[in-house]
RNA sequence: GGGCCCGUAGCUCAGCCAGGACAGAGCGCCGGCCUCCUAAGCCGGUGGUCGGGGGUUCGAAUCCCCCCGGGCCCGCCA
């Protein structure tokens, strides 16, 4: 049982008028105020072939007024029925928004799997906010869920850190730093000498444009050391020192392999760097409010055997590609297949090679046994890689590959959600060279622009202006659709104005000091008591039967949130409701309502705000506080 | 060069997939509102050739084609 008022008015107008469900599922719209409080759009064969008649519908007891215009039907509702109809699903049902019709199904989220070399970013935020979000919203619906993160430990960046840290030898973590930040730090170092070395050789051999190209390259490289410098002057010396008597790209590739093949020593080294970062990227997940249950280490699917026995199947089928082994996937790539796999039409799929020269595996094979394992374990019908649109080929590869492995349910049930990356104004965010806003120092300044803000007002708590912080900026990743690329500025992440999470907690904070006041006043709050006497004048006001509707609307608005898996139009109604309430807040009394009738129906009505915007606020991860 | 995403008010963004009734918010700017339930609020004003051009349609921000601008991808990286 969905508890939905308007899919039950839906239902009323569809059998009153003797027309499928669907169409006026199809055609039904919330029109401008004056038109009605409902209308369908019905198609002119159904105007010509059922002879819509307004007669009929008077057989809807929720109908008090229709009429037809072109090809819209205009309805206004019956307000006290339809009223009575919304507050007595939002009373007594904890869960008003959500619809646990259909079948259950298993379903594997992975997201976040940021590389475990540098702390977590405000891209891997952006993902935070948004796997989490799918999940939570696929339970709140039904579903069994499992979210896991892989831990991709076995590319060629980890050996890159871990060089680096061979090369520090006993030198120790600056106290006051976190792990991963740490780590970061060694990691860019490694690189920007790494490639400044690089360059400089190749500058030595270039002639004429290439080397312009170089030198502007290498200055660029310059600045990103001297910042690295000035962080960590002593480990950026213990590093570009050693550098100068190794073969870097040997030295890295050794790394790699052994640790591949499961020598001890540099399993134990790395797996130290890797598992410090890993406690690290915990710490600051936990604090944005965001759970993984299970951690998958990408270099333990080779050392089981399972990324060989991938390995072996493709082999079968692989080919010569520019002297390296790989699937072409030209056999598999006809039209039919795409559309099952969701593979765009004009993509073009180079060939995927698997095997490095050198022995070492390749990250598009591997997560072909990891996507199996996920599937295996769980016992999952769908599995969602929820990751930035820039992986949208290798995904599309590696759901070719499975398919072509003859894992065919696996490819079809494998979902890309993809999103847009976060872009920094007026820089390049580059990982390799440390240059990145973490999500540990937004949140911190997140919570120092509230406390200041809360100074302002005279007062609140370090644990208040935690939770506003952390929810402005989930609510702001949330709100731009995950097809857009968002546009990180300080200024428009920590806004606290309307169109903003504390400007939704702040609402929410009223409504709770509306029921603080009324306890005050010795009103009884018995809801059920409320619902069985719900004063008529309640909805006559324009703005209380706006409420109603909004109110009424939001099981519509989960629904759609929850089939797009699109946080969007939440947040959007979200703020609408919200803006409709503090409307109404300020222009009449509602615990201080002489009429005691109307004002215990007022009560209600703010009950019923405050449990839609409790239940989206929590849909959307954000905590709902209540005094501000 | 090819592919994908995006282009809507000075700025940040909804609406586009499933075409319909004068294109919506917020910020900004200008002007108001706290002896009364939280002023992170509310009210009024300001602001748009929906990137450009064709096409389909009774009807296009929405669908199709071309062009322009921005982002991302096209690696024995992930």
Redesign the pocket.
């Known amino acids: 049982m969905c508890a939905n008022p308007l899919e039950d008015v839906r239902v009323c107008i569809a059998d009153s008028l003797g027309v499928p469900i669907d169409s006026v599922r199809?055609g039904f719209?919330i029109?401008?105020e004056?038109?009605?409080d409902i209308?369908i759009?019905l198609?002119?064969a159904m105007i010509e072939r059922d002879k819509v008649s307004l007669d009929r519908l008077r057989g809807c007891r929720f109908v008090s007024q229709a009429d037809l215009?072109?090809?819209?039907?205009?309805i206004f509702l019956d307000r006290e029925r339809f009223t009575q109809l919304v507050l007595s699903y939002v009373v007594g049902r904890e869960d008003y928004g959500v619809c646990r019709e259909g079948r259950q199904r298993n379903i594997v989220v992975e997201y976040v799997?940021a590389?475990p070399i540098h702390p977590l970013h405000i891209g891997a935020a952006r993902n935070a906010a948004l796997g989490s979000f799918i999940a939570r919203i696929l339970r709140a619906f039904g579903n069994n869920v499992q979210t896991r993160f892989?831990i991709?430990d076995?590319?060629?960046?980890?050996a890159i850190v871990a060089l680096g840290f061979k090369l520090l030898k006993e030198f120790e973590k600056p106290a006051n730093m976190k792990p991963d930040h740490w780590i970061g730090l060694v990691y860019a170092i490694t690189n920007t000498v790494a490639e400044i070395q690089r360059v400089k050789k190749e500058l030595e051999k270039a002639s004429g444009e290439e080397v312009k190209k170089l030198k502007s390259e290498l200055d660029e490289l310059m600045v990103d050391a001297a910042r690295l410098y000035s962080i960590a002057p002593d480990a950026f010396n213990v590093i570009s020192e050693a550098m100068k008597s190794i073969d870097f790209e040997e030295e890295v590739s050794r790394i790699?392999k052994e640790y591949e093949e499961g020598e001890p020593s540099t399993v134990s080294l790395v797996r130290s760097i890797i598992n410090m970062c890993i406690e690290g990227f915990k710490e600051t997940l936990k604090r944005f409010g965001v759970e993984i249950e299970v951690w998958d280490w990408?270099s333990d699917l080779i050392w089981s055997g399972e990324v060989e026995k991938i390995l072996r199947e493709l082999r079968k089928r692989a080919t010569m590609?520019?002297?390296?082994l790989?699937i072409d996937f030209k056999e598999i790539d006809r039209e039919d297949i795409r559309e099952r796999l969701r593979i765009?039409?004009?993509?073009?799929i180079?060939p995927l090679?698997i095997?490095?020269?050198?022995g070492?595996?390749?990250?598009?094979v591997?997560?072909i046994a990891y996507t199996l394992k996920k599937f295996r374990e769980f016992n999952a019908d769908t599995v969602i890689n929820v990751i930035?649109?820039?992986?949208?080929?290798?995904q599309s590869?590696l759901r070719l590959a499975l398919y072509m492995l003859g894992y065919t349910r696996e490819a079809e049930n494998l979902i890309h959600y993809?999103y847009?990356?976060v872009?920094v104004e007026g820089a390049?965010m580059s990982s390799r060279r440390g240059r990145i806003i973490t999500l540990d120092e937004i949140m911190n300044e997140a919570k120092r622009r509230?406390l200041m803000?809360?100074e302002?007002?005279g007062g609140?708590s370090e644990e208040?202006?935690e939770k506003?912080g952390i929810a402005?900026i989930k609510f702001?990743l949330l709100?731009?659709?995950p097809?857009?690329?968002?546009?990180f500025?300080w200024?428009?992440v920590l806004?606290?104005?309307?169109?903003?999470a504390?400007?939704l907690?702040?609402?929410?904070?009223?409504t709770?000091?509306?029921f603080?006041?009324?306890r005050e006043l010795g009103i009884e709050l018995d809801w059920a008591k409320m619902l069985q006497k719900i004063d008529k004048r309640l909805a006559e006001t324009a703005r209380r039967w706006r409420l109603v509707k909004l109110v009424a609307s939001f099981p519509d608005i989960m629904y759609?949130s929850y089939?797009?898996l699109?946080p969007?139009?939440l947040a959007?109604y979200t703020?609408?409701i919200?803006?409709e309430?503090?409307?109404?807040?300020?222009?009449?009394?509602?615990?201080?309502?002489k009429d005691e009738s109307l004002r215990d129906s007022k009560i209600l009505l703010v009950y019923a705000v405050n449990k839609v915007l409790r239940n989206s606020l929590q849909m959307l991860g954000i905590e709902p506080?209540?005094?501000?």
């Open positions: 199809m719209d029109p401008r004056e038109f009605g209308s759009v198609s002119k215009k072109g090809i819209y039907l205009n799997s590389n892989y991709n076995a590319g060629r960046q980890t790699m990408e590609h520019k002297g390296a790989a765009e039409k004009g993509l073009e180079p090679i095997q490095r020269s050198d070492t595996t390749l990250y598009t591997r997560d930035a649109s820039e992986q949208k080929l290798p590869q993809s847009e990356i872009n390049k509230v803000e809360l302002k007002r609140g208040i202006a506003v402005a702001y709100s731009v659709s097809s857009r690329p968002v546009k500025a200024d428009s806004n606290f104005e309307r169109n903003s504390p400007y907690l702040y609402t929410y904070a009223r709770e000091g509306i603080r006041k009324a759609k089939k797009e699109d969007s139009p959007i703020l609408k919200a803006d309430f503090n409307t109404w807040y300020d222009e009449e009394p509602i615990v201080l309502e506080i209540e005094r501000m």
